[in-house]
């Protein structure tokens, strides 16, 4: 069992950066992959990054590509989600989810434990 509890999210005008932070904790959360997901009201949840558990390896949406990056810091528990150039369109309930796998997954359904979410609201 991994905990995960993200923070970060807010209120930004479009062109504006926000870092989202997920931190685990509980049975050795350094030995998941972990994704970031995003959901908007009526939407289905939409894969953004995942990055392995070394952290070697990082894959993103082409929607997000080249504006968000992903990373972590195994030594704290924590994967990050940095994220420039927001539009609009990015304003979603965002997500870290964890795998028991080393590689990362663009399906949601390949993750066994999720956090709470945190908003992130774009302005135009």
């Known amino acids: 069992q991994v905990q995960l509890v993200e923070s970060g999210g807010g209120l930004v005008q479009a062109g504006g950066s926000l870092r989202l932070s997920c931190v685990a904790s509980?049975?050795?959360?350094?030995?998941?992959?972990m994704g970031w997901f995003r959901q908007a009201p009526g939407k289905e949840r939409e894969f953004v990054a995942h990055i392995s558990r070394s952290g070697g390896s990082t894959r993103y949406a082409d929607s997000v590509a080249g504006r968000f990056s992903i990373s972590r810091d195994n030594a704290k528990n924590t994967v990050y989600l940095q994220m420039n150039s927001l539009k609009p369109e990015d304003t979603a309930v965002y997500y870290c989810?964890?795998?028991?796998?080393?590689?990362?997954?663009?399906?949601?359904?390949?993750?066994?434990?999720w956090g709470q979410g945190t908003q992130v609201t774009v302005s135009s």
């Open positions: 989810a964890a795998r028991s796998f080393p590689l990362g997954s663009s399906s949601w359904r390949e993750y066994a434990y």
């Open positions: 509980g049975r050795t959360p350094g030995s998941y992959a």
